[in-house]
Every structure is written in C-alpha cells, then in structure tokens.
C-alpha cells in the first residue's frame, strides 16, 4: 500500500519569494508517479507538475519545480518568485502503474503575503 | 485538456431524502471513476471506485448501501447518498482518468 505523508499543514511565504513545500510517501513499487495538485479556494482540483519515478530529472514547470529524492522517497515542491494566486492548499499525491487511484497527503495549506 | 464535469455544484436536502450527483467525462471515455469527500481543511478520501459495467469497489468504512454508484455509461457516474443525514455534508468530488487525473468541480451537500 502507498502512503503520502505532508508535514507541513500550513506554509507562508512573502510575494516574489520562493517556498518550499515537503512531501515523503512509500510505495512496494518500482514504478509509479508523483504529483503535486493544487487545490484554491473554488475547490476545484488543479494539476501543478507530474514526475516519473524512472526519470532522474527533476520536473519542471514554469515557477514551479521539484527535488525527487527517489532513495530517501522524498518530493518537494518548490515555488519561485511566489504570486498571490498561488495561495491555496497543495496536495501530494502518489499513483502506482499498476493502478489507477491516487494517494493524497494531508495536504499543505500556503499562504502568500503581499 | 480533458474536462469532467459534476451536476449540482451546491445541493441542500431534508434529513432523510436522497440525493444524487452526477460526474461526467465530458469528451473523453471514462471506464473507471472515483468519487472522494473532502471534509474542511482536509485531505481527499477515497470513498469508491465506480466501474462501468460492474459493481463499485469501496473503501473500507463506506457504506454502499448508503452511498450508491451507478456508472451508467463511459461518460456518467452518480453517486446517491440515500437516506441523508447531516453528517452526510461535506464536498464530494469525482474524478476520471485519462492519461492524467481529472477533477470534476465539487459538490458542496448540506444536510438540514
């Protein structure tokens, strides 16, 4: 069985600043995803970037990038030059190839201050 | 992208009525679906995967005879919470995959 574990229930950062936002999980499997959504105050579910566990590079996506640390099962996200759209709560979140359901973290909930 | 849609956004219903959600893929075809709730400041919870053509799977701890799943077509899943009673409200959402997940936008359900 997979867990997701986020440690960090809430996060502030100061405008065009950069955050870090941590993520552990532990999966049986050799291959699997990993992803980080982000969930703003309308509720709706929004992807923000999807890594690989076979690649060793670390995704990317505009202001937004992680640090896939595979044998430490560690996955951060980072956020660059942070805006105030990008206050909400961010979900980790794990998927076996094997399957088609996810596993969440509890969830982290930034805010940014102007 | 691909686009999963939920019906009603909001819903308020009397203790002990029934209420339905409906989730669809709206241009793709979806065999598998899952329907989470998500209380407050909280994480997304699994409650089942609905299965077109066959019999949802639950999570442990779900009721299925008081949360019903019903994957009609490859496009519609709903999801009836039977009976409702106020412990019953919270947000639930669906979601269907498609080379990704895709979330539908929530139904927000207040039991009175």
């Known amino acids: 069985a997979q867990t997701v574990t986020q440690s960090q229930p809430e996060m502030s950062v100061q405008e065009a600043e950069t955050v870090t936002l941590s993520c552990t999980y532990d999966?049986?499997?050799?291959?699997?995803?990993l992803f980080w959504y982000k969930q703003p105050p309308s509720r709706q579910m929004i992807l923000v970037i999807r890594?690989?566990?076979?690649?060793?590079q670390n995704a990317t996506e505009n202001r937004f990038s992680v640090n896939f640390q595979k044998a430490a099962k560690s996955f951060s996200l980072k956020i660059s030059d942070s805006q105030l759209g990008d206050a909400a709560m961010y979900f980790c979140a794990s998927l076996e190839t094997s399957g088609s359901r996810l596993t969440f973290g509890e969830g982290t909930q930034l805010t940014v201050n102007p | 992208g691909a686009v999963v849609s939920q019906h009603p956004s909001r819903v308020i219903c009397k203790s002990g009525t029934s209420v339905k959600i409906e989730c669809r893929s709206l241009?793709?075809?979806?065999?598998?679906m899952f329907w989470y709730r998500q209380f407050p400041k909280q994480s997304l919870m699994l409650m089942a995967t609905s299965n077109e053509g066959s019999k949802a799977t639950y999570e442990q701890g779900v009721e299925k005879d008081k949360f019903l799943i019903n994957h009609a077509s490859l496009t519609l899943s709903t999801l009836t919470v039977t009976s409702a009673h106020p412990e019953d409200s919270s947000f639930y959402i669906c979601?269907?995959?498609?080379?990704?997940?895709?979330f539908g936008p929530g139904t927000r359900l207040t039991v009175t």
């Open positions: 999966t049986s499997e050799s291959d699997y995803y």
């Open positions: 890594q690989e566990a076979y690649k060793q």
């Open positions: 979601s269907a995959p498609f080379n990704e997940q895709y």
């Open positions: 241009d793709f075809q979806a065999t598998t």
